[in-house]
C-alpha cells in the first residue's frame, strides 16, 4: 500500500508491527468510609476494552478530547502502564508476558517523544550525554564511538554540525532545537516504532512544520511506525494513514485517514472534524452542538457512553452499547 502525503510518497507494507486485544486500563480510588460509597471500590475507567492493529511503517493517531484515554493506551501500548487487563503484541509476542530482560531487550524497538521538550530532558547533563545515553545503557558503544554516534544523531534531526553542540545544555536551546534532541534521542537505538505524544504542541506555529516534515523524513527514511497524539486535527491529517477517534476510553470510529476526514460516519467524528476552523471566510460549515461536556470515567453512563451529548441519540443508545462494525471501510461503534 502507498501513500502519498505532502512530504513525499511513502511505501508501508501490512505487516502486522503491534497489535492491542481489549485493553483495559483502570486506575483505582481510594474507598470511602464515609457516605453511600462506603465499602465500595471505584476506578476510574481511564481506556476500557481497546482493539486495534498498527502496521510496520504506519502512522496510526490517536485523537479525542482530553480524558478520552490517548496517552494513557500510548504508554499502555510501550509498558510505561501497566494494563488492568488485555493484551499487547508486539510481532506477535505477548508484550504483558516478557521477563524484564525480554522486555529491556525489546524497548530497544520502541521509543517515546515526549510533549514538552525541555521537561523531558535532563537539564543538569549535556545534550552529548542524553542522546548517548541509550546507547551506553543498552551497552552499544561508549567513549568517543558514543561521541561519534551522537554527533551523527543530531546531524540527522538537523542539528549541524553535531560537535558544536555536544557540550551544551538544553537550557541553551530554542522549544524546536529541543524537540529535534528529543528525536535523536529516540533514534539512536533504530527502534522501529516510536510513540509521538503532542510532538508539537508546545511549539510555536512557524517551528511545527519543520518538525513535523522532519518526522516524514525519518520515517520514510528507516520505515518507522508512529503513534501518533495530537488534538490539533490538521497535523493528524497531514501524518496519518490510519486514525482511531477515542471517546471516554472507547474506539468510537477507526479508519483510514483521508476517509475519515472527508466521510466520518460517528456523530462525535462528525462534531470533531466540524470545530477544525476553515481560514476562507467565504466558507460556510454546518455546525454540530454537543450537549453538555463529557461524562466522569468514574461514573460512565449505560448503553453508547456518546448518547447524552449526542444529538441523534435514540432510546436504544441509552440501553445498549454499541460494537465496531465494518460500514464503507470503517470501524464504526454506533447503532444509527
Same mark, same amino acid.
Given at each position: 500500500?502507498?501513500?502519498?502525503?505532502?512530504?513525499?510518497? @511513502?511505501?508501508?507494507?501490512?505487516?502486522?508491527?503491534?497489535?492491542?486485544?481489549?485493553?483495559?486500563?483502570?486506575?483505582?480510588?481510594?474507598?470511602?468510609?464515609?457516605?453511600?460509597?462506603?465499602?465500595?471500590?471505584?476506578?476510574?475507567?481511564?481506556?476500557?476494552?481497546?482493539?486495534?492493529?498498527?502496521?510496520?511503517?504506519?502512522?496510526?493517531?490517536?485523537?479525542?478530547?482530553?480524558?478520552? *484515554?490517548?496517552?494513557?493506551?500510548?504508554?499502555?501500548?510501550?509498558?510505561?502502564?501497566?494494563?488492568?487487563?488485555?493484551?499487547?503484541?508486539?510481532?506477535?509476542?505477548?508484550?504483558?508476558?516478557?521477563?524484564?530482560?525480554? #522486555?529491556?531487550?525489546?524497548?530497544?524497538?520502541?521509543?517515546? @517523544?515526549?510533549?514538552?521538550?525541555?521537561?523531558?530532558?535532563?537539564?543538569?547533563?549535556? @545534550?552529548?550525554?542524553?542522546?548517548?545515553?541509550?546507547?551506553?545503557?543498552?551497552?552499544?558503544?561508549?567513549?568517543? =564511538? #558514543?561521541?561519534?554516534? !551522537?554527533?551523527? /544523531?543530531?546531524?540527522?534531526?538537523?542539528?549541524?554540525? *553535531?560537535?558544536?553542540?555536544?557540550?551544551?545544555?538544553?537550557?541553551?536551546?530554542?522549544?524546536?532545537?529541543?524537540?529535534?534532541?528529543?528525536?535523536?534521542?529516540?533514534? &539512536?537505538?533504530?527502534?522501529?516504532?516510536?510513540?509521538?505524544?503532542?510532538?508539537?504542541?508546545?511549539?510555536?506555529?512557524?517551528?511545527?512544520?519543520?518538525?513535523?516534515?522532519?518526522?516524514?523524513?525519518?520515517?520514510?527514511?528507516?520505515?518507522? !511506525?508512529? +503513534?501518533?497524539?495530537?488534538?490539533?486535527?490538521?497535523?493528524?491529517?497531514?501524518?496519518?494513514?490510519?486514525?482511531?477517534?477515542?471517546?471516554?476510553?472507547?474506539? +468510537?470510529?477507526? &479508519?483510514?485517514?483521508?476517509?475519515?476526514?472527508?466521510?466520518?460516519?460517528?456523530?462525535?467524528?462528525? &462534531?470533531?472534524?466540524?470545530?477544525?476552523?476553515?481560514?476562507?471566510?467565504?466558507?460556510?460549515?454546518?455546525?454540530?452542538?454537543?450537549?453538555? =461536556?463529557?461524562?466522569?470515567?468514574?461514573?460512565?453512563?449505560?448503553?453508547?457512553?456518546?448518547?447524552?451529548?449526542?444529538?441523534?441519540?435514540?432510546?436504544?443508545?441509552?440501553?445498549? =452499547?454499541?460494537? /465496531?462494525?465494518?460500514?464503507?471501510?470503517?470501524?464504526?461503534?454506533?447503532? #444509527?
Amino acid at each position: 500500500m502507498t501513500k502519498l502525503h505532502r512530504g513525499g510518497v @511513502v511505501t508501508m507494507t501490512m505487516e502486522r508491527l503491534i497489535e492491542v486485544e481489549n485493553l483495559k486500563v483502570h486506575f483505582p480510588l481510594s474507598t470511602s468510609y464515609f457516605g453511600p460509597m462506603r465499602g465500595r471500590s471505584r476506578y476510574v475507567r481511564a481506556v476500557d476494552g481497546i482493539s486495534f492493529v498498527v502496521h510496520k511503517g504506519e502512522t496510526f493517531s490517536l485523537v479525542g478530547e482530553t480524558g478520552s *484515554g490517548k496517552t494513557t493506551t500510548a504508554r499502555a501500548m510501550i509498558r510505561l502502564i501497566e494494563p488492568t487487563s488485555g493484551r499487547i503484541l508486539f510481532r506477535g509476542k505477548d508484550m504483558s508476558a516478557l521477563s524484564s530482560e525480554e #522486555m529491556r531487550s525489546l524497548r530497544r524497538k520502541i521509543q517515546i @517523544v515526549f510533549q514538552d521538550p525541555f521537561a523531558s530532558l535532563n537539564p543538569r547533563k549535556t @545534550v552529548g550525554e542524553i542522546v548517548g545515553r541509550p546507547l551506553a545503557v543498552h551497552g552499544l558503544t561508549r567513549g568517543s =564511538e #558514543m561521541r561519534q554516534e !551522537a554527533i551523527q /544523531l543530531l546531524e540527522m534531526v538537523g542539528l549541524a554540525p *553535531g560537535a558544536q553542540f555536544l557540550d551544551r545544555y538544553p537550557h541553551e536551546f530554542s522549544g524546536g532545537q529541543r524537540q529535534r534532541i528529543g528525536v535523536a534521542r529516540a533514534l &539512536a537505538l533504530k527502534p522501529e516504532l516510536i510513540v509521538l505524544d503532542e510532538p508539537v504542541s508546545s511549539l510555536d506555529i512557524s517551528i511545527r512544520s519543520q518538525i513535523l516534515n522532519l518526522l516524514q523524513d525519518l520515517r520514510a527514511r528507516f520505515g518507522l !511506525a508512529y +503513534v501518533l497524539i495530537a488534538h490539533d486535527l490538521s497535523v493528524v491529517r497531514y501524518l496519518s494513514d490510519k486514525v482511531a477517534v477515542m471517546y471516554l476510553g472507547k474506539t +468510537v470510529e477507526i &479508519a483510514e485517514s483521508e476517509s475519515l476526514f472527508i466521510n466520518p460516519k460517528h456523530p462525535y467524528t462528525k &462534531a470533531l472534524l466540524a470545530s477544525i476552523p476553515i481560514p476562507d471566510p467565504s466558507v460556510r460549515r454546518e455546525k454540530i452542538h454537543l450537549r453538555g =461536556e463529557m461524562p466522569s470515567p468514574i461514573n460512565v453512563p449505560t448503553g453508547c457512553r456518546f448518547h447524552p451529548r449526542c444529538p441523534q441519540a435514540k432510546p436504544t443508545c441509552r440501553e445498549l =452499547e454499541p460494537a /465496531l462494525q465494518q460500514i464503507d471501510g470503517h470501524l464504526v461503534a454506533c447503532h #444509527m
